[in-house]
């Protein structure tokens, strides 16, 4: 005759009665049946053993213990996330302003080329009234702009201008290297729209505190050479 089944829950509500000993032979017979197939079963009764031998104050210690210690774990873990995240915002604002400090020194042309290093030569006037000369930087850095600024004295000056990181000049051209042209009427329209100003009564390149003369009301200009009026002449 099979014996009937008995769950583990049923089990272990007679667990205490077989530990205490105060259970019927047959409902012993029973427990140590099914423990002796069940190590779940036979686990929880080693565990009411332990702690019978240990004594209950000892065992609530030790929940406690355990209780405590899983909550330190848990704000461990909690804080290593939170630092984790703070320093990956860190590391991401960091490198955010260091790209872009770097793209403006390097892009923003916020620097004027000292006069020392720039070679002003062959200046005359071309033969449709144009100013025309040739500047080389010699340090071998590029220029990537050049601003204009007409003071209200009739001072016009043109600015090359350059990142504060500077670069090298890749190629024997550019702004760095060329010949440049000025039409005094067209830039005195562009910065006197209403003619109440002087009128432009000189030509510098450079700014007011550093600069070399390109031309002066009542100079005598020289004709320009076939090489500028050939480099300008497509731009007229």
């Known amino acids: 005759m099979n014996k009937p089944f008995i769950s583990c829950q049923v089990i272990q509500d007679l667990l205490p009665l077989y530990h205490d000993d105060v259970c019927s032979p047959d409902t012993r017979e ?19 053993k332990e702690n019978l031998m240990l004594g209950p104050e000892v065992a609530r210690e030790q929940q406690t213990q355990a209780s405590s210690l899983r909550r330190i774990a848990a704000y461990w873990n909690r804080s290593k996330a939170v630092a984790f995240i703070k320093g990956l915002s860190i590391a991401t604002v960091v ?25 002003v030569t062959d200046v005359g ?23 204009y600024h007409l003071d209200e ?44 100003g002087a009128g432009i009564q000189a030509v510098y390149l450079g700014t007011p505190e550093d600069h070399i003369l390109i031309w002066k009301r009542g100079m005598t200009m020289p004709p ?5 009026e050939e480099q300008l002449a497509p731009i007229e």
């Open 95 to 119: 490198c955010g302003l260091l790209i872009g400090g770097y793209l403006l020194l390097t892009g923003w042309n916020i620097r004027s080329v000292p006069t020392k290093v720039i070679e």
């Open 30 to 48: 029973l427990v140590e049946g099914h423990i002796e197939l069940c190590p779940d079963c036979r686990s929880v009764l080693e565990k009411m």
């Open 153 to 196: 004295n009739g001072n016009f000056y043109m600015t090359p201008l350059r990142p504060v990181i500077k670069s090298k000049a890749f190629a024997d051209i550019g702004l760095a290297n060329t010949y440049y042209w000025i039409n005094l009427d067209e830039q005195k329209a562009n910065h006197d729209p209403d003619g109440t």
């Open 125 to 147: 006037q071309m033969k449709n009234g144009t100013i025309a000369y040739h500047v080389k930087m010699t340090d071998g850095y590029n220029v990537k702009q050049v601003s």
């Open 224 to 228: 320009a050479s076939e090489t500028a």
